[in-house]
């Protein structure tokens, strides 16, 4: 994962929730029927729906409205927008 403001403030926001947050490098494999997210400033955060060429399922996006809906409640405009 690359740093950024976004995954900055997701990771802030699990910790003080109680969620784990660990830092390891996963294979692909490893997310085969899990909940994967991408996240930037410019998209928040976007579920995985599918692998392609790989014989792995996507699980359902089932965080992702609650974190989105919190995400859009504290991200800021920059001046002038």
Do not use: C, F, Y
Not at 24 to 49: F, K, M, Q, S, Y
């Amino acid at each position: 994962m690359l740093a950024g403001v976004t995954a900055g403030l997701i990771e802030e926001r699990a910790r003080q929730s109680g969620i784990p947050v660990d830092r390891r490098a996963r294979t692909v494999a490893e997310l085969d029927d899990r909940e994967v997210w991408l996240v930037n400033a410019l998209h928040g955060i976007r579920p995985v729906t599918e692998w392609r060429g790989r014989p792995m399922k996507a699980a359902p996006a089932e965080r992702v409205p609650e974190w989105r809906k919190w995400l859009d409640e504290v991200m800021e405009s920059l001046p002038g927008e």
